[in-house]
């Protein structure tokens, strides 16, 4: 299980959850803790793989870089990853982060995903759950398991994108 702590980003749980569930799917469960603030990040007994903390904190945290290294755990490739964001996380945080499992989980040869800029923002979706496309009202209609999304574009860039994943 993926474990992710937020300290000082609670305005952008909901947001992180969301892109997190649409890149990881199915394929790994994923668990977010979150903190108010540091203090309550260091008492607690948690290890965690990916730490979001607000980039206020940045010059209280280094201090305690060595103390980050100990409570961090260890998954297969010594996954550790400290992210100071932005407060609310925005879309290129959360890109960072996306980026930085895709290549030390092995994602882009286990779980393919496809990016769209949808109604909904940039979205990361599982090729495996996307059900149909469907053109109608010069917007293209992408139908996933458990979300609808729209997003102006045409059938042929959409199906480049997952030529390049041998999908046809």
């Known amino acids: 299980m993926l474990k992710v702590a937020l300290c000082k980003c609670s305005d ?6 969301e892109r997190l ?20 990040l ?17 010059n209280d945290i280094t201090k305690f870089h060595d103390y980050l290294k100990r409570r961090t755990s260890v998954h297969e490739e010594n996954m550790k990853f400290v992210y100071y964001a932005d407060n609310p996380v925005t879309e ?3 890109d ?11 994602y882009k040869s286990m ?19 996307i059900l149909f496309f469907e053109f109608h009202n010069r917007k293209i209609r992408i139908k996933t398991q458990s979300n ?6 045409t059938l042929k860039n959409v199906m480049d994108l997952f030529s390049k994943h041998d999908y046809y």
Do not use: P
């Open 21 to 40: 569930a649409s890149f990881l799917g199915k394929a790994y469960d994923f668990e977010l803790c979150d903190f108010d603030n540091q203090d309550d």
């Open 12 to 17: 952008s749980k909901q947001y992180i959850k």
């Open 111 to 129: 779980y393919f995903t496809v990016e769209f800029l949808t109604d909904k923002g940039l979205r990361s979706i599982a090729i495996s759950k």
């Open 96 to 106: 960072r982060i996306i980026n930085y499992l895709r290549e030390h989980m092995g």
């Open 42 to 58: 260091f008492s607690n007994d948690f290890t965690f793989d990916i730490l979001m903390l607000d980039k206020s904190l940045f």
């Open 92 to 94: 290129l945080d959360m």
């Open 148 to 153: 609808e999304y729209f997003c102006n574009d």
